[in-house]
């Protein structure tokens, strides 16, 4: 089981930046591929980046050469550096956990409560 807590969500007016963190409880972090995920009111979740344990990279076309996933084993946390934000990046944004990067990539695993951005125009 790993409990996982997104912070750093907020609102932001268009062309603006935002970091968001997700603190992983487990000691075995390093181990794991972790992700980010969206949801838009009334639109499914949907997929926006992911990082293997070595720190491969993955993302949607809808944000590459905008956000930047990263993660720090030490502290058990991945960060979403988003820049560049647009009105149609408003969401709540879930942190996922899994061995498997593709299980990452496709449907996410250990989720945490998600955290709002909204991007004013």
């Known amino acids: 089981q790993v409990q996982l807590v997104e912070s750093g969500g907020g609102s932001v007016q268009a062309g603006g930046s935002l970091r968001l963190s997700c603190a992983a409880s487990?000691?075995?972090?390093?181990?794991?591929?972790m992700g980010w995920f969206r949801q838009a009111p009334g639109k499914e979740r949907e997929f926006v980046a992911a990082i293997s344990w070595n720190s491969m990279t993955y993302y949607a076309d809808s944000v590459k050469g905008r956000f930047t996933i990263s993660r720090d084993n030490a502290k058990n946390t991945v960060y979403l550096q988003m820049n560049s934000l647009k009105p149609e990046d408003t969401a709540v944004y879930f942190c996922a956990a899994n061995e498997d990067l593709a299980v990452v990539t496709t449907r996410g695993g250990y989720w945490g409560q998600g955290t709002q951005v909204t991007v004013s125009s």
């Open positions: 487990r000691r075995t972090f390093s181990n794991y591929a």
